[in-house]
């Protein structure tokens, strides 16, 4: 498949699509007016900020920062990659547009492989380009680590912290995300954090990002995803989710982004990991982050949930459909790599047919 075609296609294709946001916005615009929700935020007009230094100030941090994550005082990269690098002879990449870093479990390595088959193949973007990292913790089976090592070794987009991978490390791994970017992915122009069971249709996310947001680029303050709100913890002990009253004492929760999509501006990444050591441990980690973190700092989320497809009916149901239309942008957590491949395989000839036509 000649993957230039998308990027040529991309261009024709932009104009008809600022307009469609354009319309989608007028709509969401008068939607978001009538209820009470936060979020029509969203559509006021986004200020061109008069300083356009980069966001990330590594001299602001603490001197011992790098060797540190939230409270553990020995941290270390066990496996890194330069992705943001040019090939050639180092210095940041000036033509990434968008870093994904995706948590992933040591074990999943089909759902790795799907992801870099499919809407993370870091070719399907020439000009703008994506990067792709998948990020882990350590396990303790040698030989699980000797595969996530060859892997590594074939792909090099293993980013693995020292710290144990499990569940209530979570908050670690995303912290860990943060910090990845500000060390060694300062030159992108936006972030986008999801996990190894999500599809993304990376084309629609990349019209969005490139239709309006970069209009007013560089963008600042911006954090858009499936805002949860009016949250509260889970108290009941048979509840998975289920939190103590010593774990999270509060009633709510502040309003927070589902985690398995959340599109950040890089002054917000670097202002969230700056100041990631200010709130304390908390194991869930879309509360800890993008909800206390990111009320600490400041930031308003904007709800994308008017164009996610959330229930499962709306990925089977697009995919049973016989004729072809846009698909939905992201598909539901815990999607099987089967169904991304054919979300995927759906996609590509829904993309195809369109630019044909034009
Ligand atoms: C970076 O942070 C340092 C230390 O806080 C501060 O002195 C400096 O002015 C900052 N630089 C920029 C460009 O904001
Ligand atoms: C990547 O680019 C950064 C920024 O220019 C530089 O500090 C770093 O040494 C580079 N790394 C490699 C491996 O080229
Ligand atoms: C990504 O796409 C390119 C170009 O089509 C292809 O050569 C490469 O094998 C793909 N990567 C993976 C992991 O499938
Ligand atoms: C989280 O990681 C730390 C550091 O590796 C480890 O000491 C701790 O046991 C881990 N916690 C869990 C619940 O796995
Ligand atoms: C997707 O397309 C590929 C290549 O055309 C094919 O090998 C694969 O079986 C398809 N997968 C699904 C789930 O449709």
């Given at each position: 498949m000649k993957l230039?075609?998308?990027?040529?296609?991309?261009?024709?294709?932009?104009?008809?699509?600022?307009?469609?946001?354009?319309?989608?916005?007028?709509?969401?615009?008068?939607?978001?007016?009538?209820?009470?929700?936060?979020?029509?935020?969203?559509?006021?007009?986004?200020?061109?900020?008069?300083?356009?230094?980069?966001?990330?100030?590594?001299?602001?941090?603490?001197?011992?920062?790098?060797?540190?994550?939230?409270?553990?005082?020995?941290?270390?990269?066990?496996?890194?990659?330069?992705?943001?690098?040019?090939?050639?002879?180092?210095?940041?990449?000036?033509?990434?547009?968008?870093?994904?870093?995706?948590?992933?479990?040591?074990?999943?390595?089909?759902k790795r492989l799907a992801i870099r088959e499919t809407w993370g193949n870091e070719s399907n973007f020439v000009n703008d380009k994506i990067r792709v990292i998948f990020t882990l913790g350590i396990v303790f089976d040698p030989s699980v680590q000797q595969s996530i090592e060859r892997e590594n070794a074939e792909y090099k987009d293993i980013v693995q912290g020292n710290f144990v991978d499990s569940y209530?490390?979570?908050?670690?791994?995303?912290?860990?995300?943060?910090?990845?970017?500000?060390?060694?992915?300062?030159?992108?122009?936006?972030?986008?954090?999801?996990?190894?069971?999500?599809?993304?249709?990376?084309f629609q996310l990349m019209f969005y990002l490139k239709g309006w947001l970069s209009e007013v680029f560089p963008l600042r303050n911006f954090m858009s995803c499936y805002v949860i709100s009016n949250p509260y913890p889970k108290r009941s002990v048979r509840s998975k989710w289920h939190v103590t009253y010593e774990e999270y004492p509060g009633k709510y929760y502040p309003e927070y982004c589902s985690g398995w999509g959340i599109l950040m501006s890089p002054d917000v990444v670097f202002r969230l990991y700056a100041h990631s050591r200010e709130v304390s441990y908390f194991w869930v980690d879309d509360v800890m982050i993008s909800g206390l973190l990111a009320q600490r700092i400041g930031v308003r989320h904007i709800d994308l949930t008017s164009k996610l497809a959330i229930e499962d009916d709306d990925v089977t149901g697009w995919l049973k459909k016989d004729e072809l239309s846009i698909p939905p942008l992201f598909g539901h957590p815990d999607t099987d790599t089967d169904t991304i491949y054919a979300l995927w395989n759906k996609s590509i000839k829904y993309y195809r047919t369109k630019y044909e036509r034009l």
């Amino acid at each position: 498949m000649k993957l230039l075609r998308w990027e040529r296609a991309m261009r024709k294709l932009n104009l008809v699509f600022a307009f469609l946001v354009f319309v989608f916005l007028v709509n969401c615009y008068f939607y978001f007016q009538q209820s009470t929700n936060s979020v029509s935020v969203v559509f006021r007009p986004l200020q061109r900020p008069t300083n356009t230094h980069s966001p990330f100030n590594l001299s602001a941090l603490p001197a011992n920062d790098y060797r540190s994550l939230l409270n553990l005082k020995d941290f270390r990269f066990v496996l890194n990659n330069n992705r943001c690098n040019k090939s050639a002879n180092g210095g940041f990449d000036d033509s990434v547009f968008l870093i994904i870093f995706i948590h992933s479990a040591p074990n999943n390595f089909k759902k790795r492989l799907a992801i870099r088959e499919t809407w993370g193949n870091e070719s399907n973007f020439v000009n703008d380009k994506i990067r792709v990292i998948f990020t882990l913790g350590i396990v303790f089976d040698p030989s699980v680590q000797q595969s996530i090592e060859r892997e590594n070794a074939e792909y090099k987009d293993i980013v693995q912290g020292n710290f144990v991978d499990s569940y209530r490390n979570l908050s670690y791994k995303h912290v860990m995300g943060l910090k990845w970017v500000t060390y060694y992915c300062q030159n992108t122009k936006f972030v986008f954090k999801t996990d190894d069971d999500i599809f993304v249709d990376i084309f629609q996310l990349m019209f969005y990002l490139k239709g309006w947001l970069s209009e007013v680029f560089p963008l600042r303050n911006f954090m858009s995803c499936y805002v949860i709100s009016n949250p509260y913890p889970k108290r009941s002990v048979r509840s998975k989710w289920h939190v103590t009253y010593e774990e999270y004492p509060g009633k709510y929760y502040p309003e927070y982004c589902s985690g398995w999509g959340i599109l950040m501006s890089p002054d917000v990444v670097f202002r969230l990991y700056a100041h990631s050591r200010e709130v304390s441990y908390f194991w869930v980690d879309d509360v800890m982050i993008s909800g206390l973190l990111a009320q600490r700092i400041g930031v308003r989320h904007i709800d994308l949930t008017s164009k996610l497809a959330i229930e499962d009916d709306d990925v089977t149901g697009w995919l049973k459909k016989d004729e072809l239309s846009i698909p939905p942008l992201f598909g539901h957590p815990d999607t099987d790599t089967d169904t991304i491949y054919a979300l995927w395989n759906k996609s590509i000839k829904y993309y195809r047919t369109k630019y044909e036509r034009l």
